[in-house]
């Protein structure tokens, strides 16, 4: 299936939580946010969200900014 | 002996502060100068922005997290580079994520490119928003005073009038409107964007702002960490200046020595 992760295309295997997404990513333990189809997904809830094909994922962090 | 002066601190949202200059944290050559300029600026309260993760690169790279730890400085999430009520909103979402629960967000929704001018509709909208999801906003918005009381009659716990375009460095255009925005709020006017150098920073606390928030009058001075330390002094200098009161101006002259006992021949 594809979703688009923060705006671009991204392939992936079928069966894939929101967590395992970003531990492919190596972004576990990041500071990070994660939205899904403009819904926020709690940290303590991505081990529990499944994705879905056409699923719009949003990983945002902190940087310099005024 | 150093006399003790009194002032209260600055109050945002029932958290106190000491340091009444708040500052940015982009623009800066590297995260070191970025650390270290905030730190030489003895800013308590910084700001960042929420960007999309750089993804399948440099994810062991240096976070801004790590040198502004929000263990020793109140982050302020801001929405900078948003242009809808909606983006912002999502962004101060997002941020709330990134910070645990984290309440407190700078809320600017820009007009366009080129000016960067706040779009006050949208933010209008989008203040209304946040505030009903329990958001205390601090809200940077045009110098215009009837805009500035609606933003805190709806709940706003800071008013931010600009000085001048963000990034412009050109100061404080409309003094007296910045004023008028002081002496009618009751919640803390901060002057947020246009500062260039510390007499702008001392002018906006001289007019009886409550602080001042700038970036890239540090991050792009010549010497940055210098110029923290300026702008920190500047905001102290301009706020005893407002409490110990101006003298009044004169049309003319008056002498500071006195007229009798002059050698006179």
Redesign the interface.
């Given at each position: 299936m594809q979703i688009q992760l923060n705006g671009e295309p991204h392939a992936l295997d079928s069966a894939v939580t929101a967590a395992d997404l970003v531990e492919t990513l190596g972004l576990t333990g990041r500071r990070i946010a994660v939205e899904i189809n403009e819904q926020i997904v709690p940290r303590s809830q991505l081990a529990e969200t499944p994705l879905s094909d056409g699923d719009q994922v949003e990983i945002v962090h902190a940087i310099g900014g005024g | 002996m150093t006399q003790q002066f009194n002032d209260s601190p600055l109050t945002l949202a029932g958290q106190t502060f000491h340091s009444r200059l708040l500052v940015?944290?982009?623009?800066?050559k590297d995260m070191q100068e970025?650390g270290e300029a905030i730190a030489a600026s003895g800013a308590e309260i910084v700001?960042?922005?929420?960007?999309?993760?750089n993804?399948?690169q440099d994810?062991e790279g240096p976070?801004?997290?790590d040198v502004v730890p929000p263990s020793r400085y109140t982050?302020l999430?801001?929405t900078?580079?948003c242009y809808t009520a909606k983006d912002a909103v999502?962004t101060c979402?997002?941020?709330?994520?990134?910070l645990d629960g984290h309440k407190l967000v700078k809320l600017e929704v820009l007009g366009d490119e080129t000016t960067l001018y706040p779009n006050v509709v949208e933010t209008l909208k989008a203040a209304e928003t946040l505030l009903a999801d329990g958001f205390d906003v601090m809200v940077y918005t045009s110098d215009d005073p009837i805009v500035a009381r609606e933003l805190e009659a709806m709940g706003c716990c800071a008013i931010m009038p600009l000085g001048s375009l963000?990034?412009s460095g050109h100061g404080i255009q409309n003094p007296h409107n910045v004023r008028l925005i002081v002496e009618q709020s009751s919640v803390p006017v901060l002057v947020d964007a246009g500062i260039g150098t510390a007499s702008d920073a001392a002018m906006a606390m001289e007019l009886g702002c409550d602080g001042v928030?700038?970036?890239?009058a540090i991050a792009h001075a010549r010497e940055p960490l210098r110029m923290a330390r300026a702008m920190q002094l500047a905001v102290q200098a301009g706020r005893d200046a407002f409490l110990a009161g101006r003298m009044p101006r004169r049309q003319s002259a008056e002498p500071s020595s006195p007229f009798a006992g002059r050698i006179n021949s």
């Open positions: - | 940015g944290t982009g623009k800066y970025t700001t960042f922005a929420v960007r999309r993760t993804l399948g994810a976070n801004l997290l982050l999430p801001n900078a580079g999502r979402r997002l941020a709330r994520e990134l963000i990034g928030l700038l970036n890239s």
